[in-house]
């Protein structure tokens, strides 16, 4: 199986605007969702459907797409919001496929 | 709130079957409006799905284990069950459960996780 493009890593200080890509064709007619998932935990769903974010998850989280690149913003970061962010869609075979994940660092 | 919790063995021998059962609680699995859903994530790397099954047992695997899975639901003990033949060391991963929505066929996102397993393949 393969895995979508992410970048492995973001740092960002706390207060500022972590953003995290995720890149295929998939995205130019499919939607987007991102997981969060802190160390030795199951992911949480934070984005679904390109921009919608569940209840419960903060403000600060928003996502958006723009071609074939869908991006998670994370803005004013928080030292909570350390953690790994994976991207899903679903492919044109119908197979559901994850990004390979970024570590979000907060210096 | 619905609650999944995954059960099986954590440790199978190379060339056996691994097999999993996750129970649902809170929520029925007889549901239109959900897909029961397999995530492997082994040790340090990202996350892989397995495969989906609908409550009418309509299922929609991953091509890359097609050949060794079987995924199946008892909606009358209110579980779905995963079972991998022919495993190898690559099998070794964390296994979660999840209810992923139902967009439309076969697209979904996976709103509810399992707290996962750990299973190891070792002779």
């Known amino acids: 199986s393969y895995e979508l493009p992410q970048p492995p890593s973001v740092s960002v200080s706390p207060g500022e605007t972590a953003r995290i890509t995720c890149s295929g064709d998939a995205f130019l007619n499919r939607h987007a969702h991102w997981y969060q998932q802190r160390p030795g935990q199951a992911p949480v769903l934070v984005i679904y459907?390109?921009?919608e974010r569940p209840s419960g998850i903060p403000e600060r989280f928003s996502g958006s797409r723009s071609g074939t690149i869908v991006t998670l913003t994370i803005s004013g970061v928080q030292a909570e919001d350390e953690a790994d962010y994976f991207c899903q869609t679903t492919d044109s075979g119908d197979t559901w496929v994850f990004g390979g994940g970024t570590k979000v660092t907060v210096l | 709130q619905v609650q999944l919790q995954e059960s099986g063995p954590g440790l199978v021998k190379p060339s056996q079957t691994l097999s999993l059962t996750c129970t649902v609680s809170?929520?029925?699995?007889?549901?239109?409006?959900?897909?029961w859903s397999w995530i492997r994530q082994p040790p340090g790397k990202g996350l892989e799905w397995i495969g989906n099954?609908?409550?009418?047992?309509?299922?929609n695997y991953n091509p890359s284990l097609k050949s060794r899975l079987t995924i199946s639901i008892d909606t009358s003990k209110n579980q779905f069950s995963l079972k991998l033949s022919s495993v190898t060391a690559a099998d070794t991963a964390v296994y979660y459960c999840?209810?992923?929505?139902?967009?439309?066929?076969?697209?979904?996102?996976?709103?509810?996780w399992g707290q996962g397993t750990l299973v190891s393949v070792s002779s």
């Open positions: 999840a209810r992923a929505v139902r967009i439309t066929v076969n697209r979904g996102f996976f709103q509810h």
């Open positions: 809170g929520d029925s699995i007889n549901s239109g409006n959900y897909y």
């Open positions: 099954i609908y409550y009418s047992g309509s299922t």
């Open positions: 459907k390109d921009t």
